[in-house]
């Protein structure tokens, strides 16, 4: 007999996946302010890269050997009580009168082969893209091609979202630029749904267009009234990218790698699935009730002797067309630690205007949410941050503005518990620290 997925093994996938793209570290909620809409132009339009400045960090690993075995301790630590294979991490803080870049990895990249983790790793930052494609639409809206609060059919058509009602009410032509930015588009998560996991499941090896995940959503309908709630999702910001795409007329990785990846030398991050790392040099995890999914998905068998390691089953081993393509501009983002750190850093101090940086983290109401960013605080500073979480990767990004002090860091594991945010925040308090001292 045919072995089927069954619903209780699914939701429960589900639930952890979507949990796992979430921003990770706490925040205080701020009321929202209600922004002005961006005024009209005729401006002709532009692709080009905006003039920021940023800092050009130094390398820092042979001043700081000190705080390099103490986040190598950390990551062990961390490792050792959560069973996580391996972690990679980078750190820009300021120095004297400039800024230094500090790398560290710790644990395996490879369970199977015995690789140690390296910082010149490739891992998958999955929703720490949505903050990225945010800056590229904000960078859209100062170039006057975009208005955060246009509708989302004055740049895709009238009938992008046809069908999408809500109470006989049509929000095709009402869904704006901003609701899809701050979550409150009405759009459900895949990686709640039990069908969109059936079906990925049967096309292993055919990977998603953008236009089948927005499609989806759109079928799903609005999970409530569009602007009025908030709901955590990956649909909006791949609307974002078919937006980004609309306005330029390229493709959404050309515009990221000019405008964000470009301007501070990320020459190893990459915006899948168009394309991708030169190395799949990180074997990605999935345990517990994710590897209980996994052991039972429809068109696994095949693979799932190679792919099953202890108690874990390794992602990559299966085809990974549909795991690598679904998130796009919501979530494909890989790359070495430096290259998102220093992305990252870029999105608060350059790639914006001060106003655009104010819109962008700016919450909705009481969520703790702006633009595509959380925004906390971590031993009473200010942070803007972000985490991810894909098949086998769990990641987290931090920038404390007041300091200008960027961690980011990626484990092969899904889920962790603690979560990754635990590791991020001692890594913090080390590099707070660090300043401080």
Known sequence: MKRTITTITVIALAASLAACGEPTVESEPAEAAAPEAAPESTAAPTTEAPAAAPSTPTDGNADNAELIAAIETAITDFSASTGTPGATVAVLMPDGDGLVQVTAAAGLSDITSGDDADPSDHYR??????????????????DG?????????????????TGYTLDGTDYAPLLTIRQILNHTDGFAEYAFDVGFFAQAAQRM???????????WGIGRG?????????????????????????????????????????????????????????????????????????????????YREAATVGDFFDVTVPP?????????????????????????????????????????????????????????????????????GVPGFRSDAVYLPDLDVTVVVSANLIPISPDISTLSGTILDLVLARVDG
């Open 125 to 142: 930052w999955g929703s720490i893209t949505k903050p990225m494609t945010s800056t590229l639409i904000l960078q859209l809206v100062e």
């Open 145 to 161: 091609l975009v208005d955060l609060d246009e509708p989302v059919a004055t740049y895709l058509g009238d009938d992008w979202a």
């Open 320 to 388: 990974e067309a549909v795991v690598r393509s679904a998130g796009w501009t919501g979530g494909g983002l890989e790359a070495q630690s430096d290259d998102v750190a220093r992305a990252f850093r870029l999105m608060f101090t350059g790639a914006l205007s001060d106003d655009s940086v104010a819109e962008f983290t700016t919450p909705f109401r009481d969520t703790g949410y702006g633009l595509g960013i959380s925004v906390g605080e971590h031993a009473g500073n200010t942070t803007f941050s972000h985490g991810g």
């Open 205 to 215: 090896e055919t990977a998603f267009e953008p236009e089948e995940i927005v499609a």
């Open 222 to 302: 609005p999970q409530y009234t569009p602007g009025d709630g908030y709901a955590y999702n990956t649909v909006g910001h791949v609307v974002a990218g078919l937006v980004i795409e609309a306005v330029t007329g390229r493709e959404a990785h050309e515009v990221m790698r000019e405008r964000l990846f470009d301007p501070v030398d990320a020459d190893d991050a990459y915006l899948t699935p168009a394309e991708f790392p030169p190395n799949n040099d990180v074997a990605g995890y999935a345990r517990a009730e994710l590897k209980t999914a996994f052991d039972v998905l429809p068109g696994l068998a095949d």
